[in-house]
Nanobody, 122 residues
Framework: QVQLVESGGGLVQAGGSLRLSCAAS????????MGWYRQAPGKQRELVASISRSGTTTYADSVKGRSTISRDNAKNTVYLQMNSLKPDDTAVYYC????????????????WGQGTQVTVSS
């Protein structure tokens, strides 16, 4: 199995910055795309940013220019640097990975972390 563990959330004032990290562990054969999603109270989960194994990135319009996603393939870790945070960024942030576990080679599965709370005060 593959486990994703997020860290780096917290409380920050508007205009501040946070860096989220997500480390994948377990019996991993390969990780393809990785990304960050968020879910605010009463809203649907939405994509924040994603990054392919080769480093191609995509961003939601709401965070474009303020956030940077990156990954370290050797460490099976993905990062999200968020700057100029706004109260609207308040949400639970979830890490996502599309990965192949060693016991199921040739198959891709979607994995989620447990989520980390980001709260931006005005």
């Amino acid at each position: 199995q593959v486990q994703l563990v997020e860290s780096g959330g917290g409380l920050v004032q508007a205009g501040g910055s946070l860096r989220l990290s997500c480390a994948a562990s377990g019996n991993i054969f390969s990780i393809n795309g990785m990304g960050w999603y968020r879910q605010a109270p009463g809203k649907q989960r939405e994509l924040v940013a994603s990054i392919s194994r080769s480093g191609t990135t995509t961003y939601a319009d709401s965070v474009k220019g303020r956030s940077t996603i990156s990954r370290d393939n050797a460490k099976n870790t993905v990062y999200l640097q968020m700057n100029s945070l706004k109260p609207d960024d308040t949400a639970v942030y979830y890490c996502n990975a599309v990965a192949t576990p060693a016991q199921a080679m040739g198959k891709w599965y979607n994995y989620w972390g447990q989520g980390t709370q980001v709260t931006v005060s005005s």
